[in-house]
C-alpha cells in the first residue's frame, strides 16, 4: 500500500500565479519514501481553476459548484460535512472527500463509496462581521488523502451516471408503467443510444423509486449504496 501526502502553495502576482506543489510518496511494505516537487506558472487566467486559502466566492452555491469541479479534477468527490448556522444563514462548512469518516459496510465490492477515514478536508465561512456581502471564503484545507486518486474512475462514473431527463423516464416507467429492468433497458437504449447502461446502476435507480418493494431491506440497502453515485448531483449538492 502506498500513502500519499500532496501539498499545495500558490503565490498570485498581477501577471501570473505559481503552484507549489508536492507529493511525498511513502510506501508501507518497501518503507520507501519519495518525494516529488513542481512548480507550475500559470497566467491569471487560470486562477479561477485553483484551490487556496482565502480564496472567494459571492455566493455558497458559487463556492460548491467549485469545489465538486476542483475535487473531480483531483480525482475524488467532495461531500458536505458539519454545518454552522446563524439566524439561518450559513456561517461556517466544512467539506470532505467521500473517502472520509468510517463506517462499517458489508459490500467490498463497491469500492466508489467506501469510507475508510480519509483526512482530505476544507473548511469555509461566511464571516458575520466586515463581509456586507456575504461573501464566502476558504479557508483551511487539508490536502491529504490516505487512498490513490482517480480522476479515470471520475470520468467513469460520469460517464455512466443517468442524466435528469432518463431519471423521469426511469421514474415514470417504474412508478406508472410498472416496467421491469428488462423493458425499461430497451427503451433506455433506443432513446439514448450513445448513453451507455448499466443493469446494476438501472436496477438500482429502479428500486428507489420503489418505496414499497417488499424485497427486503437488504435490497433496498444495497440500491441505496450502489444508486449513490447515479444521484451524487441531486443528493451531495
Ligand atoms: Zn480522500
Given at each position: ?167 423521469d423516464d426511469i421514474k ?45 431491506q437488504k435490497v433496498k ?17
Amino acid at each position: 500500500m502506498i500513502y500519499f501526502i500532496q501539498t499545495s502553495s500558490i503565490s498570485i502576482s498581477k501577471s501570473d500565479c505559481k503552484l507549489f506543489n508536492i507529493i511525498i510518496f511513502y510506501d508501507l511494505t518497501t518503507k520507501d519514501l519519495t518525494v516529488d516537487y513542481n512548480e507550475t506558472t500559470l497566467s491569471n487566467k487560470n486562477e479561477h481553476a485553483l484551490l487556496y486559502s482565502k480564496k472567494k466566492f459571492t455566493s455558497w452555491d458559487e463556492c460548491e459548484i467549485f469545489l465538486n469541479e476542483w475535487a473531480k479534477r483531483q480525482g475524488f468527490r467532495i461531500i458536505k460535512d458539519r454545518v454552522t448556522r446563524d439566524d439561518g444563514i450559513i456561517r461556517r462548512r466544512t467539506y470532505i472527500c467521500s473517502h472520509s469518516r468510517v463506517y462499517e459496510s458489508n459490500s467490498t465490492k463497491d469500492t466508489s463509496t467506501k469510507k475508510i477515514g480519509c483526512p482530505f478536508l476544507v473548511n469555509v465561512s461566511c464571516p458575520k462581521s466586515k463581509n456586507d456581502e456575504n461573501s464566502v471564503f476558504i479557508n483551511k484545507i487539508n490536502y491529504q488523502h490516505n487512498h490513490p486518486l482517480s480522476t479515470s474512475s471520475i470520468i467513469f462514473e460520469e460517464s455512466k451516471k443517468f442524466t435528469p431527463s432518463m431519471i423521469d423516464d426511469i421514474k415514470f416507467m417504474t412508478t406508472s408503467c410498472k416496467f421491469g429492468v428488462t423493458a425499461q433497458r430497451k427503451f433506455l437504449e433506443g432513446k439514448y443510444p450513445s448513453h451507455p447502461i448499466y443493469s446494476k446502476d438501472l436496477y438500482a435507480t429502479i428500486q428507489s423509486f420503489r418505496p414499497t418493494s417488499n424485497t427486503g431491506q437488504k435490497v433496498k440497502n444495497q440500491a441505496s449504496i450502489s444508486h449513490q453515485s447515479a444521484t451524487n448531483q441531486v443528493a451531495d449538492w
